[in-house]
């Protein structure tokens, strides 16, 4: 059986199947350290939407399940392919097929790089908003699949926000068309939002139709502002958010993660329990907008540093981008994603310190602190996930959703946090999107095991 | 049997159930000018979330289909009860739960009216985006079932985009809770926006999570261009949708709604196949904003006037806000909702100017030209629609298709639309549909024949 899959997908797809052993390794794993057991069948590295048809007309006549998959960014175990599975790369599929201004629309293949694309539409003056911190090298694929957020999201929304409409290959094969490509449009149920953040359980996303953005016009303005810890730090932000101005972004780091992003730029350690907002403004009121929140930020005891100019706003916004290489020199690291409504975030931070000390753990955590985003870094030696970590996270989970929050903010369940799903949305609804599952899916051979446990 | 739903209903609810003929009457129309056949059971009005659980079990029981209804302001058919059914009017569950400044949320139950929602906010200084025509006499349950759009959707978004979570009572009784209260949250499927814009076949909207803006600061500016026929007016305003400045509100229209509202307001007709635009600025760069839209309009052979003041600017706004009652003046009237990508709106005014010669009928047709969403008018005499007129609703839906527009911006499917519905969708994406539906409501009594035939 397994080598007959592999003889029919050869003789479908030719050498765009690959089952060396690096192929089957590198899609074991994304970037959570989570890796599958054993090795996929098959890694077929799709070029056309024919393609991926002809993997999934193979899969359902054989039972085989399919694990797409896009750069293998994500933090979940979402593209996570194992034993028995196709891996399904759309990492070849990565044309702008369309650019309209005036529609303010683009049209893609899954496989383009977020980055890549922002480049060619700031060419046109335009941009796609959703700016997840991976965004040089995940796929706007993966960014639909997993429903991705980013830092700027406050002010200008998530995937779901910029989404028109989605291209669809169905567990049979079949091609659907999904969503239009007006501004309004109600025909229906809204089967384009299901599929965003479905994570490859539903069907195998082959197209976008993206909303745009026209390039925000003008110089960003870019502060930080220094706290002595991070409840400190946390009342600042939402001193901002309460003052009404807007930023463009606002991100939080705790003392264990400032101090090791200072070891990481070799930079003088900060002071004590130092904890550090990072916060951009732009647009047409941008330099207002800083000076308000630089006097928000004093007031409520912070030592604030404007950016004279773009190069210095740059190199104090390095500082929050260099936290991912610096966790990675402390150890394997498990970058947890819970959010919780902005008024929460003191709270939360209390809650993570709580839990430091329940468990004697140090949680280096960012937070974007505009949108009550918080992602606190559980830090190991070695593969495994120790029980320690899942005890903690477990009560890191429960913790959010005490406060009205949820077990992830923009990274998804992947395999990672699927225990948790029942807690979160309830028995019957918990029912009720296995079903959809069903729906879409009623021989279960699309990632199964994701989201929904087995 | 009948006579046993309704002692039921009587059982558990006492006087909330209503068999008056008038009550009974009321609920059979819309505004759509369509009525269901019959008189339905009778009507329950809700007064909390229990007595929705109780009319659902109460049908689930006994087999009997419910159509819930807000203010009956759907322009689709959508809310009308006729024979053997249960009208579940939520009106009277119009209060504000919660409004949170720094969550930038407000908790409502369904039955408020738009209007009065906003007129709350904006004592707080916030606001809630999606402003249907209707909002003065609309709730925000009816908003979210139809997934309503607006004047001010292209700068600030549709309902779609301003909703955090509902709660649901389901087919059988039980209460689910969707959605969330925080800025991001991907946990497994995304149900809150599947169940936007369902038009109640899915479960009754008990309570909604709404996400807020802050009033917008600073002075509107409001202009209008006159154009020497639609044509013109529709370039103009693909003119300005191009020059990259957002306008808050840019409305379209033609020379028939234009002599119309004239007639009413006993303005002076206008002259020839004068058609209108009507724009509004807002926001910190309001003037300058609407300054470049005058100099592109004029450019376009636009007559343009600017409003002096914010009582002017009301003037110019109060002509667009007068069409309903315009058309109302001329006969019975089936509002049209197909909406289009942006640049094909030109193209689509052309489709319509043939449609009106082809089935020799007039069309006076507005349009939200801000996003391609237009509103053709077919206006008759008498209850029926003639057989022409839907002739005519056929071709214009197919241009609308063919232009890659849809066939409902913001109004719905109801009942109105529905044998379209598959000629938009697709076969296989209306099973898909279909089957999602039978989740909800395996027995199919939520409001049977809506959006999906019987």
Redesign the interface.
């Known amino acids: 059986m397994t080598a007959s899959v592999v003889d029919l997908l050869r003789e479908a797809l030719g050498d765009r199947v690959d089952t060396t052993e690096s192929a089957l390794e590198a899609v074991r794993a994304d970037k959570s350290g989570h890796a599958a057991r054993g090795r996929a069948l098959a890694v077929v590295h799709a070029e056309r939407i024919e393609d991926v048809q002809a993997v999934l007309r193979i899969a359902h006549a054989t039972g085989t399940p399919v694990v797409p998959r896009g750069a293998g960014t994500g933090l979940a175990g979402g593209a996570n392919a194992g034993d028995g599975r196709i891996a399904l790369s759309l990492a070849r599929m990565n044309r702008i097929l369309e650019i309209?201004?005036?529609?303010?629309?683009a049209v893609v293949e899954p496989g383009i790089v977020n980055a890549d694309l922002n480049a060619e539409l700031a060419r046109h003056?335009l941009w796609w908003a959703p700016d997840p911190a991976s965004r040089a090298i995940s796929t706007v694929g993966g960014n639909i699949a997993?429903?991705a957020?980013g830092l700027l999201?406050?002010k200008y929304?998530?995937v779901?926000?910029a989404v028109l409409g989605v291209d669809v290959v169905?567990a049979d094969g079949?091609l659907?068309?999904?969503g239009?490509?007006?501004?309004?449009?109600?025909?229906?149920?809204?089967?384009t939002?299901?599929m965003?953040?479905?994570e490859g359980t539903?069907g195998v996303v082959v197209g976008a139709t993206l909303k745009l953005r026209?390039l925000v016009a003008g110089q960003a303005r870019m502060l930080t502002a220094s706290f002595a810890d991070v409840r400190a730090a946390a009342a600042g932000a939402?001193a901002v958010?309460?003052s009404?101005v807007?930023p463009a972004i606002m991100e939080l780091m705790d003392a264990a993660s400032l101090a090791a992003v200072h070891a990481l730029l070799s930079l003088p350690a900060p002071t004590g329990r130092e904890s550090l907002l990072t916060v951009q403004t732009d647009g047409?009121?941008a330099a207002d907008d800083a000076a308000q929140i630089a006097q928000v930020l004093e007031d409520a005891a912070g030592r604030v540093r404007l950016a004279a100019d773009e190069a210095e706003g740059e190199a104090l916004l390095q500082m929050r981008r260099s936290l991912h290489p610096a966790m990675e020199r402390l150890g394997t690291t498990l970058i947890e994603d819970v959010?919780?409504?902005?008024?929460a975030l003191p709270a939360m931070f209390d809650e993570i310190v709580r839990i430091e000390r329940d468990y004697g753990l140090t949680i280096p955590t960012v937070a974007?602190a505009g949108?009550?985003?918080l992602h606190p870094n559980f830090v190991f030696r070695g593969p495994e996930v120790p029980d320690v970590v899942w005890r903690a996270a477990d009560d890191l989970f429960r913790s959010a959703l005490r406060l009205?929050?949820?077990?992830?903010?923009?990274?998804?369940?992947g395999v990672l946090k699927r225990r948790w799903?029942r807690d979160?949305?309830?028995a019957?609804?918990?029912e009720?999107?296995r079903?959809?599952?069903r729906?879409?899916d009623p021989t279960g051979i699309l990632n199964p095991g994701v989201?929904f446990a087995d």
């Open positions: 309209r201004p005036d529609d303010l629309l003056g997993t429903g957020g999201c406050a929304g998530v779901r926000d169905l079949e659907v068309r999904l239009h490509r007006s501004v309004k449009g109600v025909t229906g149920l809204d089967l939002s299901l965003i953040g479905s539903l026209r939402a958010t309460a009404g807007q047409p009121t959010s919780v409504p902005r008024s974007h949108d009550g985003n009205g929050g949820t077990l992830t903010g923009e990274h998804g369940i799903l979160e949305l309830g019957r609804q918990w009720l999107q079903d959809i599952k729906v879409f989201v």
